[in-house]
């Protein structure tokens, strides 16, 4: 009887040994150092505009095309860099904002 309990528990043992190798935290642990994370804190890149009266969106993108972004994003850029021309139309003399696409070149140092 002691050599059966013996049996399963040094089966139970060599069980748990094996799945941590396969699966458990021993593959998980890093032996590298952590890579530093980058936190880009830039401001989107854009132009100052002064308007003339009969501009709209459009008609300021064609002026200052942007070939990297599509329409989309660069609505909803336009919208964060000027958020009191979402619910007006564009007046003549106002200074809007462009967005510019990001040319995003990693400068973190180790």
């Known amino acids: 009887m002691r050599i059966f309990i013996l049996a399963i528990v040094l089966f139970i043992l060599i069980h748990f040994v094996r799945m941590d190798f396969a699966e458990g935290t021993i593959p998980l642990a ?8 980058c936190n880009e804190t830039e401001e989107m890149p854009s132009i100052t505009v002064t308007t003339i009266p009969g501009d709209t969106i459009e008609s300021l993108f064609a002026m200052y095309p942007d070939p990297e972004l599509n329409f989309m994003e ?3 850029a336009f919208y964060k860099l000027n958020p009191h021309v ?7 003399g106002q200074q809007l904002y462009i967005p510019l ?6 400068q973190c140092k180790p």
């Not at 890093?30 to 994370?37: A, D, L, M, R």
């Not at 979402?86 to 003549?92: P, V």
């Open 74 to 76: 660069r609505l909803s």
């Open 101 to 106: 696409s990001r040319h995003t070149t990693e």
């Open 30 to 37: 890093s032996f590298t150092k952590q890579p530093i994370p």
């Open 86 to 92: 979402q619910n007006q139309t564009i007046i003549g």
